[in-house]
């Protein structure tokens, strides 16, 4: 989390002791000693958001909701009302009320407080686990159309109500696995891209038009709307090879966004190219 804005984002819930400690577990995860991913997670301190944290939730449910009602994958839609992702308050990561209580029974998956970014190898664990690492603290209210790192809003609201959906699950899953077997720095390139232009900023074709699943776009009402209806995007067909071949940049709209025509067709790349990777065959000739 940037520092910048400590005081608004809310730093006291991640800041104590056991944010530190699981923070630096995290940045160790995968030297000898530290290899427990679980030991990254935190609890969520629910405690701790403001009723302007609250406030801030609920203005952007209901910005993005009003949007994406006809504009967002109908998957990710029904995800959302399958995880039970209600407008009136932060949701909870814990107990009966919590969104995985909904989730586990659909997919396995399950989300997990950590206390801010965590590496790319910790993150991978996590996803290979079936556990989506969970930004707990959300934006402050004059940066609520757009911050550059993750919060609660973008993951919560934009990422997991995918995880509902069994098809999608499991390419994400094995995603992880890839990902974090892969020690070739070509490979980790080409992995990093297709999460971006997947997970992050995908579009797929529903109903003979285009239509938002990935999170950057889910919860962004500026980039949403600009990834649709502006024509200055490229919208191209999604293709395994192309997309690991195409760099992105992170500061601005997304130039270029991939269509799929399906979250089968998605499952289905990532199985071909993760048993490059998991068998050993991957090579950059063969990619």
Request: proline content about 6%; aromatic content about 12%; glycine content about 8%.
């Amino acid at each position: 989390m940037a520092n910048s804005m400590s005081g608004s984002l809310n730093h006291a819930m991640i800041d104590g002791p056991q944010g530190r400690a699981a923070q630096e577990y995290a940045n160790r995860f995968g030297e000898p000693g530290f290899g427990d991913i679980t030991k990254a997670y935190i609890g969520q301190n629910y405690a701790g958001y403001t009723e302007e944290n609250q406030e801030t939730w609920r203005i952007l449910y209901d910005r993005q909701m009003e949007f994406l009602a006809d504009n967002a994958s109908r998957v990710y839609l029904d995800g959302a009302a399958s995880i039970k992702l209600v407008r009136d308050y932060i949701p909870f990561l814990e107990g009966p009320k919590s969104v995985n209580t909904f989730l586990m029974p659909l997919t396995g998956w399950q989300s997990k407080a950590v206390p801010g970014y965590l590496p790319a190898k910790a993150f991978f664990a996590c996803l290979a686990r079936r556990e989506f690492p969970t930004t707990i603290v959300i934006r402050p209210k004059q940066s609520i159309d757009y911050l550059p790192e993750p919060d609660i809003f973008h993951d919560i609201f934009g990422h997991v109500p995918l995880h509902a959906d069994p098809v999608f699950a499991d390419f994400l899953q094995t995603y992880g696995k890839a990902a974090l077997t892969a020690d070739d720095p070509h490979h980790t390139e080409r992995l990093a891209r297709l999460f971006w232009f997947t997970v992050e900023f995908g579009l797929i074709r529903e109903g003979g038009r285009n239509r938002l699943y990935g999170s950057g776009l889910i919860s962004s009402p500026g980039e949403s709307k600009h990834a649709l209806a502006s024509p200055s995007v490229d919208r191209r067909p999604f293709d395994l090879e192309t997309v690991c071949g195409t760099s992105f940049e992170i500061d601005h709209y997304q130039p270029i966004l991939y269509v799929l025509d399906s979250f089968e067709q998605l499952r289905d790349a990532m199985n071909t190219y993760a048993n490059r990777i998991l068998e050993g065959k991957g090579s950059k000739a063969a990619a």
